[in-house]
Every structure is written in C-alpha cells, then in structure tokens.
C-alpha cells in the first residue's frame, strides 16, 4: 500500500466505526467520499481497495462486537431467516456490504474529481 493510499485507510477505519456506531449505515460512503475528496490528489491511485478494506473491517469489527454482546443470539435467527447454514456467514455477507459501499463512496469521489480536473486541453485551429 502507498502512503497515500495508508493514509486514507487509516481515516477512513475509524471514521467508520463511528458512523456506524451513531450514524445510519450509508455513512460509511459519505465518508470515504469525502475522505478521498479531501485526502487523494493523484488521479490515477487506487482507492476502491483501501476504502472498501477499510470499510469491510469496520462492519465486521462492529456486528462481531454486537454480536458478542447479544451472546450470538440475533445472529443465529438472523442466519435462521436468510436460510443461511452458520450465523458466521452473515458476518461475511455484512463485511461485503461494507466494502462495497466504502468503495464505491470512495470510487464515486475519484470520479468526479477526475471529470472536474482542470486538464489541458489541445487548441482546435
């Protein structure tokens, strides 16, 4: 990982913890949005990857931590109503969710600022 990209993890793991802590799920975009926006200047550096790990880790920090204090009881009924042969795996399936939507918060900010990058363009003559 490059010292940008550490450096954007780093913001964006704890941040997420505490919007997901205090804050409606979505948040955890707001913030890698804004994170890269503020953070990320190269156009060409990765951030899907270090916002969706970082975002990832945060989910599956929060519903394991949850889930431990419930003594794995809301789990196990939740993995009951999905169908799902073991309440770990809906710890998987929130640790995607998570990655997926940090990332693409993070994807969507390097995005535009690409498209609204002051770029040199060729003089038609």
């Not at 994170?35 to 880790?57: E, T």
């Not at 693409?104 to 609204?116: D, E, N, Q």
Request: hydrophobic share 60%; charged share 10%.
């Amino acid at each position: 990982m490059k010292k940008r990209q550490a450096i954007l993890f780093i913001f964006v793991l704890p941040g997420s913890w505490l919007c997901l802590l205090y804050l409606p799920w979505w948040w955890t975009m707001v913030l890698s949005f804004l994170a890269v926006l503020l953070l990320q200047n190269k156009p060409n550096a990765s951030v899907f990857w270090p916002c969706g790990l970082a975002g990832a880790l945060a989910w599956l920090g929060l519903s394991a931590l949850t889930d431990y204090r419930n003594d794995f009881l809301l789990s196990a009924k939740m993995a009951v109503l999905f169908h799902l042969p073991s309440s770990k795996l809906l710890w998987f399936l929130e640790a995607v969710l998570g990655f997926v939507s940090a990332g693409l918060g993070g994807w969507l900010a390097k995005c535009i600022k690409f498209t609204f990058s002051a770029r040199q363009r060729p003089v038609a003559s």
